[in-house]
């Protein structure tokens, strides 16, 4: 079964705030290069993508 996520309001996509990179950096071990490619996704708070090409093919954290 495909599960489909609804936003009500429509999902909104944006850059991470310096804050909210730092944040998110220290939690995923993300390399300060990161920060130009990634986005926070709205309005359920605390969803973030990061798609940076410095750490191609190593694994991934999420909470």
Request: glycine content about 10%; proline content about 5%; overall charge negative.
């Amino acid at each position: 079964m495909l599960l489909q996520p609804v936003y009500g309001n429509g999902l909104h996509i944006r850059r991470a705030a310096s804050g909210e990179f730092a944040v998110l950096q220290e939690r995923h071990r993300l390399d300060p290069a990161d920060a130009e490619y990634t986005w926070m996704l709205e309005p359920d708070g605390d969803s973030a993508s990061s798609s940076g090409a410095s750490r191609a093919g190593a694994r991934r954290s999420t909470s």
